[in-house]
């Protein structure tokens, strides 16, 4: 092998936000679920994670650049994933750059990671989701790992749970399997992303801090002291997601927009159920919450659903354009710009909504 070369890969995951939570784990290691759940994967041009992966005889250790800072990559998730891609690492061959990697080089090489997120890092907009699955796909790229979508997800599972749903687009679940190793709690596609074409999504940026309790820790501090939880997995979760599935094959916006408001509105009571009680939302959250409910019963059909991750920015499903451009303009009303609860609203989809709005 000649010493002076690199080789590198580009890729892009979208977020996704889940309409059917995950919160709790029974294996903390191999990070395995208490329930199965169900997102929406965004659009892939916004709230997304670019990461370039390079590997390099120079390279003396395997190193991390995140929004441009170092991070380590000691921690048990990045282990994981590096250990699980690099077992199935293959071949490579680049004829024009004179490039040969044997199969067995991949344990000796060390890669180069660069990761940046065009939007608040850790604020509850799931940017583990999108950072671990495009870390994973992306060094599965350049390690040239035969693996299909759902192989990867048990691996990018192992950096962050949601991830594991990022590698799909559309509407994706989470089986939480039952096996003991965790290689039937896999990702699966109910529903590309042209199913439900008409459903924008607007995420209301309520505060872009970083949030005080990660899911990580607040998800594990619930297993543990929360009464309300094992009722929520066990019962109240497998039967919603029969019904979500349903919902989403039969583009049923009242019984999605039902499912998803109250699978978030118990999430967050299983927060206040744990001890020490987790306070993701804050007054503008709950102001958002009774503005789409008195909204959606004026209407006497729903017209968006809201759902609010381990944070307090809202994440907006409008039932179509319309539902949309009335939704912004009544945000705007009632969070004015430059006022104490200015909601810098992101608008995935057509940014002309935001214009009709104006
Ligand atoms: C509230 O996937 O961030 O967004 O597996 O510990 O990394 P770890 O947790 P993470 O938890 C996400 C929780 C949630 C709900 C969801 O996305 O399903």
Same mark, same amino acid.
């Given at each position: ?108 090489? =060390? ?83 042209? =199913? ?54 039969? =583009? ?107």
């Amino acid at each position: 092998m000649a010493e002076k070369w690199v080789l590198m890969v580009t890729a892009q995951t979208p977020t996704n936000i889940a309409v059917i939570k995950y919160w709790g784990k029974r294996d903390e290691n191999l990070i395995l679920p208490i329930n199965d759940s169900i997102s929406v994967t965004l659009d892939p041009q916004h709230l997304c994670t670019t990461t370039s992966v390079a590997v390099s005889p120079a390279f003396t250790h395997d190193r991390m650049w995140l929004n441009g800072k170092e991070i380590s990559l000691s921690g048990g998730r990045y282990q994981n994933c590096l250990r699980e891609l690099r077992a199935r690492a293959s071949d490579v061959e680049d004829e024009e750059k004179g490039i040969k990697i044997a199969k067995k080089d991949w344990e000796k090489l =060390h890669v180069h990671i660069a990761s940046y997120n065009n939007f608040p890092t850790a604020a509850g907009l799931a940017s583990s989701a999108a950072g671990f699955a495009c870390l994973v796909f992306s060094l599965a790229k350049l390690m040239n790992v035969k693996e299909d979508h759902s192989k990867l997800s048990a691996i990018a599972r192992q950096g962050s749970g949601s991830a594991c749903r990022s590698l799909y687009g559309g509407f994706v679940k989470w089986i939480m399997g039952k096996e003991e190793n965790g290689s039937d709690s896999i990702a699966v596609q109910l529903a590309d992303e042209k =199913h439900w074409g008409d459903l924008v999504i607007i995420i209301a940026v309520v505060c872009s801090r970083q949030k005080e309790t990660s899911s990580t820790s607040g998800m594990r501090e619930t297993v543990e002291t929360s009464m309300l939880i094992e009722h929520r997995a066990k019962e109240v979760v497998p039967r919603r997601i029969i019904q979500m599935e349903e919902a989403i094959k039969d =583009h049923d916006f009242p019984s999605f927009s039902r499912l998803a408001c109250s699978d978030s509105n118990q999430f967050h009571a299983v927060c206040l159920d744990t001890s020490p009680p987790i306070f993701y939302m804050n007054d503008t959250s709950h102001r958002i919450i009774s503005c789409i409910e008195k909204w959606n019963r004026f209407e006497g059909t729903p017209q968006v659903a809201y759902t609010f991750d381990a944070g307090p920015n809202a994440v907006l499903i409008a039932h179509n354009r319309n539902a949309a451009k009335l939704l912004l303009q009544r945000l705007l009303f009632y969070f004015p710009p430059q006022s104490d609860t200015d909601l810098s609203s992101y608008v995935i989809g057509d940014k002309s909504i935001l214009e009709d709005a104006g």
